[in-house]
């Protein structure tokens, strides 16, 4: 897998950009089959930086009502990238 099909998008919210601003900690939503090795890669690779950690979650689909009954959202993974002290990754 290469590396622009590993990482699917940034994750921006209150607490992923706290966690930029003062663990240099970044969320990244990632392909379920991606294991840590091929993020670590991919991030690198991307964004030009030295990744020190890959912590990954699975994270299960939301139930949703409509109209024909009751479904769900679908799976993901959460990758969390933990980065050098002198790296930084501009997401916006």
Known sequence: ???????IK????????????TRNVYAF???Q?????????????LYKVRVLDVR???R???PRRSRAGLSRTSD???AI???DENSRIELY
């Open 56 to 58: 990954t979650m699975n």
């Open 81 to 83: 990238i933990t980065l």
């Open 1 to 7: 897998m290469d590396s622009i099909n590993v990482i």
């Open 60 to 62: 299960k689909g939301k």
């Open 29 to 31: 939503q990632v392909r």
């Open 76 to 78: 993901w993974k959460r």
């Open 10 to 21: 940034p994750l921006v919210t209150e607490k992923s950009t706290h966690q930029q601003e």
């Open 33 to 45: 089959s991606a294991n840590k090795v091929q993020i670590r890669r991919a991030i690198e690779s």
